[in-house]
Structure formats: C-alpha cells, structure tokens
C-alpha cells in the first residue's frame, strides 16, 4: 500500500458526461502528478500541482482539467467525454521533485 | 519534450536468469526512478537513484544512475515467477518539471 488513496476504483460512464476522479496524497506529500495510461500503453503525464499550485502541463486534452485543494487532495475532472478517454487513470504524490508514489488508479469506461 | 527510451520493449526469459534493462535520455536527470507495474495495478517504485554514478540495491534488484546522468539500467538476478510485469523507468529534473517516464519492458518469466 503506497498510502495514495484514488476514489473511485472504477466508474462507467455514458459518452458527453462528466466525471471526477479524486486522489488523497499520503501525509506530508505537496506534489502530485495525474497520468492516463490506455491499454497496453506507457504513461502519459496530464498535469501536476504542487502545493496547490499547477507546476506542469502535459499534453492534457481542453475538456480535462484538475485541481489541488489546501488539503493537499486533488481532482482531476473530465468532461464531454468520448469513448477513446477510456482508461486507467493514475495520481502519483510525493514530498517535493523527487520520488513519486502511485495510487491503484481509476479505470474509467466509457459507453 | 523530454523523452526517455527504455529497452528492451520485450522480454522473455527462464527462472533463474539473469535480467537486464536500461533507460536513456537525450536531456539530463537529476533523479532516475524504477516501477514495476502489475495488470491492473499502480506503478510501484522499487528503486531511487539521485546522485550520477549512484549503485543501489534492493533484494534481487540493483540498478544504477549513469555518470552522464542520461541513462540508467535495472539489473534483476535469478528472476522468479512473481517477477512478470512491466518495468518503467522515470526520470526527474526538478523544479517545475514533470516526472517522465518510458514505455516501459514487459517482463514474462518462463517457468
């Protein structure tokens, strides 16, 4: 157990919706990065906040956004929704710019 | 953007040899990370490198952070079965860079 909690495990969802995916950092961690990985695919890197603040941008869709909140948990939201945004969806937390601990990821289908 | 290139993509070995991958990048790091990642599952880190030149073990695993800090291998000795799944290797600047990884080596141990 990483201490990364992501809510929920698995969602399914209609094409056009939105969603939100959450992620519980473990204590102390400021940094967090949101990836989406498609199936048998590698990593792709959304967005990372740190502190609150977002620090880097990935090639992040316009429909997709995220957020920190004070409490150091983050949101990434997802709308207008299209078949091909079915995937698992990772946050990784870690103290600052340095090692990155994952959660069991969200694996989002959309119908 | 950065980009990392991890080889092998495939491996296929027997229990009880000796395992081999590396990562490369045309930009420097100044910290190298290695998951392994079950199907399924979140990447779990397995090995922090931060200083180039760097050798860290844990258990069967030791992998090194190279002196140009532009590359980094993973060694795995005497494999087990439990050792199937996909490596990445992720690489880190700092400051108001992401986390980037590679696509990572897809591990089958043959009994």
């Known amino acids: 157990d990483s201490g990364v909690t992501q809510t929920p495990k698995h969602l399914i969802t209609a094409t056009g919706q939105r969603v939100t995916l959450r992620c519980s950092p473990r204590?102390?961690?400021?940094?967090v990065y949101w990836y989406q990985q498609s199936l048998d695919q590698g990593l792709q890197f959304l967005i990372q906040?740190?502190?609150?603040?977002?620090?880097a941008k990935g090639n992040i869709l316009e429909r997709f956004s995220a957020q920190q909140f004070p409490d150091l948990h983050s949101e990434l939201n997802l709308s207008s929704l299209e078949l091909g945004d079915s995937a698992l969806y990772f946050c990784?937390?870690?103290?600052?710019?340095?090692?990155?601990?994952f959660g069991q990821g969200t694996r989002l289908t959309v119908v | 953007g950065q980009q990392l290139n991890q080889s092998p993509q495939s491996m296929f070995i027997q229990e009880g040899e000796d395992v081999s991958m590396n990562c490369t990048s045309s930009?420097?790091?100044?910290?190298w990370l290695w998951y392994k990642q079950d199907p399924g599952e979140g990447p779990v880190l397995l090995i922090a490198?931060?200083?180039?030149?760097e050798l860290t073990s844990n258990g069967r695993l030791t992998a090194q952070f190279g002196i140009t800090r532009k590359d980094s291998f993973l060694n795995i000795s005497a494999s087990i079965p439990s050792d199937v799944g996909i490596y990445f290797c992720?690489?880190?600047?700092?400051?108001?860079?992401?986390?980037?990884f590679g696509k990572g080596t897809r591990l089958s141990v043959i009994a």
């Open positions: 490198l931060y200083k180039a030149g």
């Open positions: 990784a937390t870690g103290p600052a710019n340095t090692e990155a601990f």
């Open positions: 930009s420097i790091f100044n910290t």
């Open positions: 204590s102390g961690d400021l940094s």
């Open positions: 906040y740190y502190n609150g603040e977002e620090r």
């Open positions: 992720a690489g880190l600047w700092g400051g108001n860079t992401p986390l980037v």
